[in-house]
C-alpha cells in the first residue's frame, strides 16, 4: 500500500463517518482471500472510496482517462486507479482489468458503467464487466451503496451531511455459468453482467 493510498484511504474514513455516518454491514464479506472482483452500483463520486475503504489492504479502481491530468496523472495510479475510456473502453483496458485479477488482487468496478441521474439502479450492465469476469475466473462481490446519491448526486456542486451505509451480498461463481446458460462470446459476457446487476438490485439496507 502507497502512502497517498493509506492517507487517503484512513482520512476519508474518518470524514465520512463524521458527514455521513458511513457504516458497513456484514463486514465478515469483505475478508474475502484471494483476488475477488468487487462490483458496486454508482451514485455519485463517494462511491469508489465509500465501499473501497472498508476493504483490508488496498485494492484498485477505475478511474475516468480525461481525469489523468496534471496533478492526478500523479495521484491517481498511487492510489491503484486504471485509466477506462468510458465513451469507447478499449480491450486492452479490459484485458488489463484481468491481469490484475489474474495476479492476485482486488478490483473495484462499476457494472452500470456511470453514474446514475435519478438515484435508480440500473436493469442492466455493460458487457464488458462480464467479460472480465469471465476470463478472470475470480468470485464477483456484489455491494450495493445506500445514500450516496442523496449525499453527494451527479450535477451536485458540494456534498451534503446524510447517511451513508455499505451493504455486501454473498459471493457469486460463475465458474458453470457457462455450461448452464448454453451462451458464449458477448451473450455469455452480458448474461453475467446483467446476472451481477440482479444481485446488486437483491440487497438490502438491514432495518430499513
Not at 451481477?196 to 439496507?205: G, K, R, T, V
Request: with cysteine; hydrophobic share 45%.
Amino acid at each position: 500500500m502507497t502512502i497517498p493510498y493509506f492517507i487517503t484511504k484512513h482520512t476519508f474514513r474518518i470524514v465520512a463517518k463524521i458527514l455521513w455516518r458511513h457504516r458497513l454491514y456484514f463486514p465478515e464479506r469483505v475478508q474475502v482471500q484471494g483476488p475477488c472482483l468487487i462490483a458496486v452500483n454508482h451514485a455519485s463520486f463517494l462511491d469508489p472510496l465509500a465501499a473501497g475503504s472498508f476493504f483490508p489492504g488496498s485494492i484498485y479502481f477505475l478511474a475516468r482517462k480525461t481525469l489523468f491530468h496534471g496533478f492526478l496523472a500523479w495521484l491517481l495510479p498511487r492510489l491503484q486507479a486504471l485509466p477506462v475510456d468510458q465513451d469507447n473502453p478499449e480491450v486492452s483496458t479490459l484485458k488489463r482489468m484481468v491481469k490484475v485479477l489474474k495476479d492476485g488482487h482486488k478490483l473495484l468496478i462499476f457494472p452500470e458503467g456511470e453514474r446514475t441521474w435519478d438515484g435508480q439502479l440500473k436493469s442492466s450492465g455493460e458487457a464488458g464487466v462480464g467479460f472480465v469476469a469471465a476470463k478472470a475466473g475470480v468470485p464477483v462481490l456484489p455491494v450495493r451503496i445506500f445514500g450516496a446519491y442523496e449525499a453527494y448526486p451527479r450535477g451536485a456542486k458540494f456534498p451534503k451531511p446524510g447517511r451513508v451505509s455499505v451493504v455486501p451480498g454473498p459471493l457469486l461463481d460463475f465458474g458453470t455459468f457457462p455450461e448452464e446458460s448454453g451462451l458464449s462470446g458477448k451473450e455469455l459476457y452480458q448474461a453475467i453482467s446483467d446476472r451481477i446487476m440482479q444481485a446488486i438490485a437483491a440487497i438490502e439496507l438491514p432495518g430499513a
